[in-house]
């Protein structure tokens, strides 16, 4: 069985440019997260998406984050302008409706220089 | 008060020794609770769900106390592959995950 896709694995920029991550969960996998994971602290939560509706998004910095599921199954992450304190793992994880068990990505690493 | 709390560690312990770490989260009303691994740079993956009356997993058993709100990890015989950082993870009554910041566990031959 194919894991939760992302890319890219690794982006250096500096402070006010823009990136964007993508990720493509599980086949079949309704639930899709995205995480921000700061060296030496676990990963929290930026947004959550059933199917292509947004369930949560209390924590995304809206005025410098947006993510999308426009179809429901892979999803876009975008930073614009980037600041230093950015610098992290984003994860993106997904799960099936009827089981608790998330499945994480590899990861891209941002550097924001 | 952060809603999951872990001791950061590490726990250095040799091949063969059992180690046992705790987590404390802070809504009473919590549902379900889990540990996940993380290797150094890599995903968390989900080590065991922790059910009310205590469950093992080979070598690894997890216990939840409702009443001091924790749960704890114990990993006997451990091994060189048991180094990672153990996630505690929350699913608060209002469905929402929070993660600890990670126990590092490190097994020295």
């Known amino acids: 069985e194919a894991g939760v896709a992302q890319s890219p694995r690794y982006k250096i920029i500096e402070k006010r440019q823009s990136v964007a991550f993508w990720c493509n969960p599980i086949s079949g996998h309704a639930t899709l997260y995205w995480y921000q994971q700061i060296l030496g602290q676990g990963p929290k939560l930026l947004i959550q998406?059933?199917?292509?509706?947004?369930?949560?998004d209390s924590q995304l910095p809206k005025d410098r984050f947006s993510a999308e599921r426009l179809k429901g199954v892979d999803s876009t992450l975008k930073i614009q302008p980037a600041k230093l304190e950015d610098s992290a793992v984003y994860l993106c994880?997904?799960?099936?409706?009827?089981?608790?068990?998330?499945?994480f990505g590899s990861g891209t690493q941002l550097s924001v220089l | 008060r952060k809603e999951v709390e872990q001791d950061p560690g590490p726990f250095n312990v040799p091949e063969g020794a059992t180690v046992a770490f705790n987590c404390t989260y802070s809504n009473s009303a919590s549902q379900s609770f889990f540990w996940y691994r993380q290797d150094c740079r890599k995903e968390p993956k989900l080590l065991m769900s922790v059910y009310s009356s205590g469950n093992e997993d080979g070598r690894f058993t997890a216990q939840l106390n409702r009443a001091s709100q924790y749960i704890s990890l114990l990993i006997r015989d451990s091994k060189l592959s048991d180094s990672a950082t153990y996630l505690c993870?929350?699913?608060?009554?209002?469905?929402?995950?929070?993660f600890g910041a990670g126990t590092t566990v490190t097994v020295r031959a």
């Open positions: 998406f059933q199917n292509n509706g947004v369930v949560d």
């Open positions: 993870v929350v699913k608060r009554n209002d469905y929402k995950l929070s």
């Open positions: 994880a997904s799960r099936t409706g009827g089981n608790e068990k998330l499945f």
